[in-house]
C-alpha cells in the first residue's frame, strides 16, 4: 500500500506537487491521470526516494521507501524506459541490479522469460526498440518479486500484442494481492486496464475512486437519434432543455435527456423514430471534463 500525506514539492517558487492525500491500495491496477505538468512524475519519484519532498510523507507498506535496503524487493518501478545502459546486455544490466539487492541470480532469467526478451537477453540494449526497452524496464521492476509496483507510461512503444500482454500482467499482479499503480497519457489503455483511478490537477488531487465512479459523477446522458423529422424532433428537445447537434440532415446528437423521455417527447408529437442509442461517455470525455481548469499547457491558448 501507498500512502501520501499531505505530501508537497516546491522548486522556488513554482508547486509542483501541492498537499496531495491518498491511498493506492493492494488488490487494485490504480490508474494516475493528470493533464501534462500536473505534478506526476514528481509524484512518483518521491514515492521512491528519487526526489525529497518540501513538505509531508510517502510510505510504502507503512515506511518510507529511502529507509529500505534491498529496495527491489519491497518496490519495482519503471519510470523512464530509457535509462538502461545502451552498452549493457539486458542480462548485464539484470543481473546487476540483482547483485546490488541480494536477488539470486537466476531470477534474472525468470523475468526475461515472463517479458518475452529471454532470445535476446544477450544482446546489447542501445539496438533494442522502444518497446523492447519497455518490457525490459517491467523486467526490473519484476526482478525483486515486490509487493508494490509503479508503471510510468508503461504502453509507450508497444504494438498490439504488447499492450495486450501488459494490460493482463496488471491484473494478474492485482489479483495477486500486490500494489499496482500506472500512469499513463493513453486514455483507451486506461480505460481498459484500471479498475481505480487517482486524478490530479495543478499538484492537487482531483479525484480518487473507481473508474465507474469516475465516469458517472462527470458525465450527462448523450444519445444518438435518428428521425426523418430531425428538424422538428430537434425544437422539441431543446425546448424541454437538451443540448442538441445535427449530425446531417436525418440524426441528431442529444444531451442531457435519457432514451425514454425522448421517445415520449417524439411519441406525443407524432415524430417517427428510425433509431436511438445511448451513448456512454469515455474516459477521456470524462477526464476532459473534470481537468478542464487544471490544464497547465492549453493548445488552444498558443493559438491565440
Do not use: C
Not at 499492450?163 to 500494489?179: D, I, K, S, Y
Not at 459523477?217 to 445535427?246: F, H, Q
Not at 425522448?262 to 442509442?277: D, K
Amino acid at each position: 500500500m501507498i500512502e501520501l500525506r499531505d505530501l508537497t514539492k516546491r522548486y522556488g517558487r513554482t508547486t509542483a506537487v501541492d498537499r496531495l492525500s491518498l491511498t493506492v491500495r493492494p488488490g487494485h491496477v490504480t490508474g494516475f491521470l493528470g493533464p501534462n505538468g500536473a505534478g506526476k512524475s514528481t509524484t512518483l519519484r518521491m514515492i521512491v526516494g528519487l526526489t525529497t519532498p518540501t513538505g509531508g510523507s510517502v510510505t510504502v507498506d507503512g515506511v518510507p521507501f529511502r529507509s529500505r535496503s534491498r529496495g527491489l524487493r519491497h518496490i519495482g518501478a519503471l519510470l523512464d524506459a530509457g535509462d538502461a545502459h545502451g552498452g549493457h546486455t539486458a542480462a548485464a544490466h539484470l543481473g546487476a541490479l540483482a547483485r546490488s539487492n541480494r536477488i539470486p541470480f537466476e531470477r534474472v532469467d525468470q523475468v526475461l522469460r515472463e517479458v518475452g526478451l529471454a532470445g535476446v537477453a544477450r544482446r546489447r540494449i542501445g539496438g533494442f526498440s522502444l518497446g523492447m526497452r519497455q518490457r525490459l524496464g517491467i523486467a526490473a521492476a519484476l526482478l525483486g518479486d515486490p509487493p508494490v509496483l509503479l508503471f510510468d507510461e508503461p504502453f509507450n512503444g508497444l504494438d498490439p500484442e504488447g499492450v495486450r500482454w501488459v494490460r493482463g500482467l496488471f491484473r494478474r499482479l492485482a489479483g495477486q494481492g500486490r500494489t499496482v499503480f500506472v500512469s499513463s497519457h493513453l486514455m483507451s489503455e486506461m480505460e481498459n486496464t484500471v479498475d481505480r483511478l487517482v486524478v490530479i490537477g495543478r499538484g492537487a488531487l482531483i479525484a480518487e475512486e473507481s473508474l465507474a465512479e469516475f465516469a458517472a459523477r462527470s458525465s450527462r446522458p448523450t444519445v444518438l437519434v435518428r428521425t426523418p423529422d430531425a428538424a422538428a424532433l430537434g425544437s422539441v428537445l431543446t425546448a424541454e432543455g437538451a443540448a442538441v447537434l445535427p449530425e446531417g440532415d436525418t440524426s441528431l446528437t442529444v444531451t442531457g435527456l435519457t432514451t425514454e423521455r425522448i421517445g415520449e417527447l417524439a411519441f406525443r408529437r407524432g415524430i417517427v423514430l428510425h433509431e436511438m442509442a445511448a451513448r456512454a461517455t469515455t474516459l477521456e470525455e470524462a477526464f476532459m471534463r473534470l481537468t478542464a481548469d487544471s490544464v497547465e499547457y492549453s493548445a488552444e491558448e498558443a493559438i491565440r
